[in-house]
């Protein structure tokens, strides 16, 4: 089995690293990468270092995690210091996009059925990373996030490449009216069973990229349901509040570094 789910589109930038992880049950909690769900920290870490290991990294890359706490808030991190992949302590707090255009840092998302949305421009080599529940769907964070890269970095949305990651979809993401009242705006993304309805945040987001400005043709769907492949990817629903997380990352590669493994790129723990 591939170590990573990824995108076609990402993969032909050869100055763009990103990934999925997936289950590895050879690994502490099927490899979850979650620092903040309770378990031994000590194994996330080695966790974390094997994710290190199976990526191609230039040895000075630092890596940023947030502190998610389903907001619209947008981080922009111009600092070349790692942010909350040693200690919770230190991520960046109360935020669930990280925007960047440093090279060699690698922007991370931990998810368990929320939707995971990485973020590229090619033209002026931005990279971001989103956490989209209901909450930050309903937010519109993609759009936030899409703006900022806009008004920061002069990225223009029609030139940006999108890649919406695992998530629990339509087909078992059931809510109640308390959860679709704040998507009236999405019809076509509700489908109504009795008093509850099967909502479709992947398709959301999508439709909120497009709205921003980005091309259809320039998003690629995972269309990979958490829930119905629970096998490779957690799913907080569908195993019953699993503490498990898997992890999507994206980053620049200096326009001059080797893609090649580095074990020195590896964080002391």
Known sequence: MQPFYRFDHFSKEKSLIHAVSKKE??????FSLALHTGEKREDILANRKHLIQKLSVARETVWVVANQTHSDHVAVIDKREMRGWEYLEDAVEDCDA??????????TILT????????FDPVRRVVAAVHAGWRGTEAEIVSKTIKVMKERFGSEPSDMLAGVGPAIGKCCYEVGE??????AAYPEALEQHGEKSQLDLPEINRRQMIAAGLSETHIEMSAICT????DHFFSYRKEQGCSGRFMSVIGLAASSAELTYHPSAIPMM
Do not use: G, I, K, R
């Not at 368990?112 to 973020?119: E, S």
């Not at 829930?227 to 629970?230: L, R």
């Open 227 to 230: 829930a119905c492949d629970v």
């Open 98 to 107: 990280l925007v960047t255009d440093q090279e060699d840092m690698m922007l």
């Open 112 to 119: 368990a059925d929320c939707v995971p949305v990485l973020l």
């Open 178 to 183: 308390d959860v679709t009242s704040h998507f």
């Open 25 to 30: 049950q050879t690994e502490a909690y099927a």
